[in-house]
């Protein structure tokens, strides 16, 4: 081995140290991230192939899954389904479920550093590549979805590695190099569709640096064709749903989302648009606020000199080509689609790499070309920038410490920070801050609480749910992630200038990217109700008026009942149409606070003195906490089943809603005319 080897290989092992510590820093972060929006999303589709495929096959996921989740790549699913299952559940080497689907998205993310430095190194040598490693290390908004983010962050991955060895193949001219590329074309194409941008980025720049050269565009059609080959049989071997019927298979995947629709309100530049409406200019506007300044600097000198690069025809004009289509084809791609744009860069994280290694390379340029213009000069120019650079990036690493674990909503000064964001973009849309609400949650509130989660993504929200219940309607608190969706989930105030005190919030760089409120008024409602005073014959029982439409009007029948509401798995309304009403009165023998809990499918009111209590939705388990006093109430519970199973199960508490039974025959009555 020849000594320029053997120092090849030292600078490629000194390429590890970055992604090797940035592994173990997040493998000892891991538990401050929790489970955020789509992972669920992502892990149904990985288990539904990882455990059920062999048995159930097409048909099964057919059954299972909407077309949109069908057609989204199960590779990396898989892989973290695999992660859990093995690390967590069997070995038991990870405590925390959560972790053990972001252990491979971590991985991802590590390997996507070292790959910056192995391009940096391939064309520019060892100070450039650390450099620009570093510089995707410290990127806030990539630190963040390595930790969550289980599709788009491996997409970028294997983006990466696949145009690498394209360009690789490309410079060398070698078969194999092109085989390889295909292979992980085809990986990339399993985790998401975005796969197929990779063929403009390469066909545009071979045909930049071939010319009118026929013989190699010979060459690259065979090397492009050997690609294409490997990466049929790679997703074929990936992805079994594409092993029926291939070619419909891919036609439906392209249709599925390109006429994919989110149209939920998303915050830009202090205007609220629906998803398909977004300005084309969103990602050039989100990539200028949530990279970090010095690193805008550097990208913009890096396109001046790519100008500059251009005139001259230097060496570096072929990479730096390569880096500018590979950062323009991807969200121009998202632009021309006219494909709803949202959640800020992370559709957009695949152009991550080349931007970090134009910024590397500058950096090192600009030091070049100070260093040789000292010679003539005092050296101080050189070692103050230098100096510049180090506090830049060491700036960065305090501010993603200060920020941790919320780099996800990362603003730069040109925003004025996340505070400054937050009336002109949308900042925490994953809910990484979720998981700190629901451990404050559990922590600081009353037992038996009713909470509303305003965005509906309560899997992702860790509340004990023995101690508290999720409602919609007559909450006793609010919790409101701050993103322009809840213009659709909560009409009742503008979320950006709420009309009441937050009871806590949280917040990060001085802005709010959570709040929770207390509905006091909720909690007190019950004392507002006083027992009914009158001198009547009551009888034990309750009415029960059944109709056989959902509007209280059809075939009206009334008896007496003796219990409220039925079994949920076997009773005579299951796939029936149909509404019913429970009225007379109930009887509270001793002043105290009471919890009243109603299971129901589908919605279901009560009212104590024809005043509303609360309401439940379908498919839901609402409670109130009430404080009476002794005597009797005017009772009055409706129900209606519209289609499919029904259920009404209500039941009462006398200790602070932790123990429920049925509501006891004794307390229930009626007379012949509730009008009396």
């Keep these: 081995m020849t000594k320029l080897n053997r120092l090849k290989i030292c600078h490629l092992l000194v390429g590890f140290i970055i992604p090797v510590i940035f592994f173990f820093v997040g493998i000892s972060t891991m538990n401050d991230y929790g489970e955020t929006t789509d992972e669920k999303f992502d892990q149904h589709i990985g288990e539904y192939y990882y455990y059920d495929w062999k048995t159930q096959g097409i048909d099964g996921l057919k059954n299972r899954f909407i077309p949109l989740q069908r057609n989204y790549g199960p590779f990396f699913d898989v892989v973290v389904v695999a992660s859990n299952d093995i690390l967590y559940k069997n070995l038991r080497i990870i405590k925390n479920p959560v972790a053990g689907y972001h252990l491979p998205v971590l991985l991802a993310s590590s390997i996507a550093i070292y790959l910056v430095f192995l391009f940096a190194y391939i064309n520019w040598g060892l100070i450039p590549s650390l450099i620009s490693s570093l510089t995707l290390a410290l990127l806030p908004r990539f630190i963040g979805d390595s930790q969550n983010n289980l599709k788009d962050t491996p997409l970028m991955t294997f983006f990466s590695i696949t145009l690498l060895l394209f360009f690789l193949a490309i410079k060398k001219n070698k078969l194999y190099l092109y085989f390889l590329a295909g292979i992980f074309l085809g990986l990339t194409y399993t985790i998401k569709i975005n796969a197929i941008i990779i063929f403009p980025i390469i066909i545009l720049w071979i045909i930049f640096n071939t010319g009118v050269d026929f013989h190699k565009y010979i060459r690259f059609i065979v090397g492009l064709v050997i690609s294409t080959v490997s990466a049929l049989v790679t997703i074929l071997i990936a992805w079994p749903y594409y092993r029926y019927d291939t070619i419909a298979r891919f036609i439906e995947t392209y249709d599925t989302f390109k006429n994919h629709v989110w149209n939920e309100y998303i915050l830009y530049l202090g205007t609220h648009y629906l998803g398909h409406d977004i300005p084309w200019h969103y990602p050039i506007v989100m990539f200028s606020v949530t990279l970090p300044l010095i690193y805008i600097v550097f990208l913009l000198l890096g396109c001046l000199y790519l100008i500059y690069s251009l005139k001259k025809k230097n060496k570096d004009t072929s990479t730096l080509v390569f880096l500018f289509f590979w950062i323009v084809f991807p969200p121009l791609t998202q632009i021309l689609s006219k494909a709803p744009m949202y959640d800020g860069i992370r559709h957009f994280l695949v152009i991550l790499p080349p931007i970090c290694l134009i910024i590397g390379f500058m950096l090192w340029k600009l030091a070049l070309i100070i260093h040789k213009a000292e010679k003539r000069r005092l050296k101080i120019f050189f070692f103050f920038y230098i100096l510049l650079v180090i506090i830049g990036y060491f700036s960065l690493l305090i501010k993603n410490i200060n920020i941790h674990p919320y780099q996800i909503v990362f603003f730069n000064e040109l925003t004025g920070g996340v505070r400054g964001a937050k009336g002109n973009f949308d900042l925490d849309y994953w809910g990484q801050s979720l998981k700190e609400a629901a451990e404050w949650i559990?922590?600081?509130?009353?037992?038996?609480?009713?909470?509303?989660?305003?965005?509906?993504?309560?899997?992702?929200?860790?509340?004990?749910?023995?101690?508290?219940?999720?409602?919609?309607?007559?909450?006793?608190?609010?919790?409101?992630?701050?993103?322009?969706?809840?213009?659709?989930?909560?009409?009742?105030?503008?979320?950006?200038?709420?009309?009441?005190?937050?009871?806590?919030?949280?917040?990060?760089d001085g802005g709010d990217i959570l709040q929770i409120f207390e509905y006091p008024e909720n909690k007190e409602i019950s004392k507002l109700i006083e027992p009914l005073s009158f001198d009547k014959y009551l009888q034990n029982g309750i009415l029960k008026t059944t109709y056989s439409d959902t509007n209280f009007i059809a075939n009206k029948k009334t008896t007496v009942s003796d219990p409220l509401g039925f079994d949920c798995k076997k009773n005579k309304y299951n796939d029936i149409a149909m509404s019913l009403i429970y009225t007379g009165y109930i009887h509270i023998p001793k002043e105290r606070e009471y919890c009243l809990k109603i299971n129901s499918d589908d919605d279901s009111l009560l009212k104590l003195n024809k005043q509303i209590i609360f309401k439940n939705p379908s498919?839901?388990?609402?409670?109130?906490?009430?404080?009476?006093?002794?005597?009797?109430?005017?009772?009055?519970?409706?129900?209606?089943?519209?289609?499919?199973?029904?259920?009404?199960?209500?039941?009462?508490?006398?200790?602070?809603?932790?123990?429920?039974?049925?509501?006891?025959?004794?307390?229930?009555?009626?007379?012949?005319?509730?009008?009396?």
């Design 442 to 508: 559990n922590v600081n509130l009353p037992t038996g609480s009713t909470i509303w989660l305003t965005i509906p993504m309560a899997h992702h929200f860790p509340i004990d749910r023995q101690r508290f219940y999720l409602v919609d309607r007559m909450y006793d608190y609010k919790v409101s992630l701050i993103r322009g969706m809840l213009k659709t989930w909560d009409t009742e105030e503008d979320y950006l200038h709420p009309k009441r005190k937050p009871i806590h919030t949280i917040s990060v």
């Design 619 to 676: 498919m839901n388990t609402g409670i109130r906490k009430l404080y009476l006093k002794s005597g009797y109430y005017l009772f009055e519970l409706q129900y209606t089943n519209n289609i499919g199973p029904a259920c009404l199960d209500i039941q009462l508490s006398t200790d602070s809603c932790q123990t429920f039974v049925p509501i006891p025959k004794e307390m229930l009555f009626y007379t012949k005319n509730l009008n009396e």
